[in-house]
């Protein structure tokens, strides 16, 4: 039975700080601290009303059904407002509460514990920001405080059960005080973060689990009859209409201008319309560039398309045909599939945290979507869109069929036609000269396109201040040859005209570089700098990738083993970032904590990287010191005790006796291993004299062994002093008879 008060108060804090955290990571940051603040004093009078009625628990039944019944109206209520998973934790929540009203026995209170536990994983599995890692050490701390004073509780009735006293030792049962508490908690997280930094992580599973999820279900129901009526194949370019219809153009207009809204004081990129300009490309909007505009839950880095361009007038991108008129229903479950012949192995769960386009980004080729919505649409290069603006909150899945050549993502989207060969009419004529010049080595289109890459990558600067600082003063040519150095949307285009000069179809794509894994949650963060701009080239009946921009890289196939790589590159990203996008160079608190992590990692590194110098250039000596111990391991009962008698001989002959009795102990301690050699251990109540007697029958009848036994008695028995200098002799001359 549960005795001690403090235990209930600690319990508490632990089921509030649980609370508060995974309601605020499912609902809103404001809702979980409002949930902890109500579950703390709530959880603190019901443990209480238990611990005083903890003779008689049955008392408090009432309490506890009215508990439980509260529990499952709020379920429901969660259930129909919000969604499962909060619905879900609530109840636990109020049946951990209803539980605790007749918490009397260690059987519950460890049954809290682990229902506690699981809670907070499951906030930590659904946080998306790093500031989760507060309520995991708040967590710590107080189950350090919660289980030592079960400890200590449970080592008061074991005291009072054996002494007949349950007020005995009242100062030795309080335990240690809050700080070194404190200290055990902080221990155990700097364990705990060692191991998470330093343990491989293994690959993330897949179950097969859709998400999908709004603030308000995007509903069109236009759109979802065009879907039913649906005949056409939506792997092909649909055509251009030829009967020109005034009110069908304006309605047209009209409803393009609203998807590609994104509403005032949002998130914007230019790239995301139907027609940019390449001087003037704003990444932000209404929100900073380092703000966090979507998150990507997937197994690896992606680059997210969303829109795809074809003509170019030699300052602006556009579509040659904005045709939206493909649409495809949703099942009950928000469930469209695009192509039901490919596999969609690469899965990607979204979460749109500023509002933007409703066009939905997404890794190609998407071959199967579930989002909010009773109707999707496709535009000319079967990119899927909503029937509105993407809301904060949006949360979709999508099933991609992802194929790589080269770690290069390809993509089988509608084939190339004219528009994608299209040249403006004043075109520079020293472009295609230079794109001949760069290429001229290369044997086939693939090559080419690589060729073209490399000397945009190598030769040509990446300057995000041009965004800024020179809009409107660097078109295509003077970048190419005067600046030599520019945005991402100058090196795309600038590939995408000098393929089209070599007769290759290519095409401008714009969308999210999602290649920052955060460590801490999983998720790769999207910020408002990573919009960015990069080309696809017709080669081999494939659209396939190419990255001219320096700055960027394409995702790598390996994001890592260990968290403490993911922690650097996410630093270094992050770093980077902050550099370009941080025109005055200010820094952040979070610029500084990457910085100090990078300096810590590098030393890190640097110490790992001279252990493995010396582990590999001494590896044969490493094995055969690996041998030799396992061969001294096996064999050891045979040599281990003559070792051990060794070893306390040489101690006897160095050791300078100063105490006659604690050199007594001492000395009995090491003869005692000598004569292990040819003697069983002496048992701890055997008789000095029985043990000398059988010394005297294994090594001979001498007179020292009779002396050895009365100088014990003298000491132990007798409390007589006996000169430590005779006996220092004394147990000289019996270890030399103990070696013979």
């Known amino acids: 039975m549960i005795r001690r008060p403090a235990v209930f108060f600690w319990l508490s804090l632990q089921l509030a700080i649980t609370a508060a955290g995974v309601l605020g990571t499912m609902l809103s940051p404001a809702l979980g601290v409002l949930a902890g603040l109500i579950f703390l004093p709530a959880n603190f009078m019901v443990l209480r009303k238990a611990w005083l009625a903890r003779e008689q628990i049955e008392r408090n039944k009432p309490l506890a059904d009215a508990i439980a019944v509260a529990g499952l109206a709020l379920f429901l209520v969660l259930l129909l407002s919000a969604s499962l998973m909060p619905a879900l934790v609530a109840l636990l929540l109020l049946a951990t509460l209803a539980m605790n009203a007749q918490l009397n026995r260690w059987r519950k209170f460890y049954v809290a514990q682990l229902i506690s536990f699981v809670l907070l994983l499951a906030g930590a599995a659904d946080a998306t920001s790093g500031h989760y890692l507060w309520v995991m050490a708040l967590y710590c701390l107080a189950a350090a405080f919660s289980l030592s004073e079960a400890w200590l509780d449970r080592g008061d009735i074991r005291v009072g059960d054996e002494s007949g006293d349950r007020g005995a030792s009242r100062a030795a049962r309080q335990g240690p005080g809050a700080g070194a508490r404190a200290v055990a908690g902080l221990l155990t997280m700097l364990v705990a973060f060692m191991i998470y930094v330093l343990m491989p992580r293994p690959d993330a599973l897949n179950w097969g689990g859709q998400e999908s999820s709004a603030g308000d279900f995007y509903h069109n129901e236009q759109w979802q009859q065009q879907g039913r009526d649906r005949h056409d194949n939506l792997q092909q370019k649909p055509q251009q209409e030829t009967d020109f219809n005034p009110q069908r153009a304006q309605q047209k207009f009209q409803e393009l201008s609203n998807l590609n809204s994104s509403g005032d004081g949002a998130y914007r990129y230019d790239g995301f319309g139907d027609q940019f300009d390449i001087r003037s490309s704003d990444r932000t909007g209404g929100v900073d560039l380092n703000a966090i505009v979507a998150r990507l839950q997937a197994e690896q880095g992606a680059y997210l398309k969303i829109r795809s361009f074809d003509t170019f007038d030699g300052v602006s991108w556009s579509v040659s045909n904005t045709d939206i008129a493909r649409k495809l229903t949703t099942d009950r479950r928000g469930h469209a599939s695009l192509n039901s012949s490919r596999d969609g192995a690469f899965q990607q769960v979204i979460t749109i945290e500023q509002p933007m386009p409703a066009w939905l980004p997404a890794a190609a080729d998407p071959v199967a979507l579930w989002v909010p919505a009773s109707a999707i649409a496709l535009d000319m290069f079967a990119q899927p869109l909503l029937p509105g603006s993407l809301l904060p909150g949006t949360r979709y899945t999508v099933q991609s069929a992802r194929e790589l050549q080269d770690n290069r993502p390809l993509s089988r989207a509608p084939a190339a036609d004219a528009a994608d060969l299209q040249i403006p009419d004043d075109q520079d004529p020293r472009i295609k000269k230079l794109a001949m010049q760069v290429t001229k080595a290369g044997q086939n289109p693939y090559q080419k396109a690589q060729l073209l890459e490399q000397h945009l990558r190598t030769q040509y600067a990446y300057s995000f201040a ?75 009946g494939r659209w396939v990738t190419f990255e001219p921009t320096a700055y960027y890289d394409l995702p790598p196939p390996d994001q890592g083993r260990f968290t403490a790589e993911q922690i650097s590159r996410y630093a270094q990203d992050f770093i980077k970032r902050n550099q370009q996008g941080n025109a005055d160079g200010e820094w952040t608190l979070t610029g500084l904590i990457s910085a100090l992590w990078l300096q810590i990692y590098t030393a890190v590194v640097l110490v790992l990287a001279g252990i493995q110098w010396l582990i590999i250039t001494l590896l044969p000596l490493w094995v055969t010191a690996l041998v030799l111990v396992a061969i001294a391991w096996l064999t050891r009962p045979y040599w281990q005790v003559h070792a051990r008698a060794w070893l306390s001989n040489r101690r006897i002959q160095r050791y300078q006796p100063l105490h006659s009795r604690l050199a007594l102990d001492f000395y009995l301690q090491h003869l005692q291993r000598m004569a292990e050699q040819r003697l069983p251990p002496r048992q701890p109540d055997e008789l000095i004299e029985h043990w000398t007697a059988a010394l005297q029958q294994q090594y001979g009848d001498h007179a020292e062994f009779q002396q050895l036994a009365a100088a014990v008695n003298r000491l132990v028995y007798q409390n007589d002093e006996v000169d430590v200098r005779e006996l220092q002799q004394l147990v000289l001359q019996v270890s030399a008879l103990l070696r013979s």
């Open 466 to 540: 041009s965004i800024t600082e020179s809009q409107g003063q660097t078109p295509l040519t003077k970048f190419l040859f005067e600046d030599k150095q520019g945005h991402c949307e100058y090196f795309a285009s600038a590939m995408t005209i000098m393929l089209r000069t070599l007769d290759i179809p290519a095409r401008l794509v714009t969308g999210f570089s999602a290649t920052t894994r955060n460590p801490l949650t999983g998720y790769f963060d999207i910020r408002a700098i990573d919009g960015h701009a990069w080309t696809e080239a017709w080669i081999d």
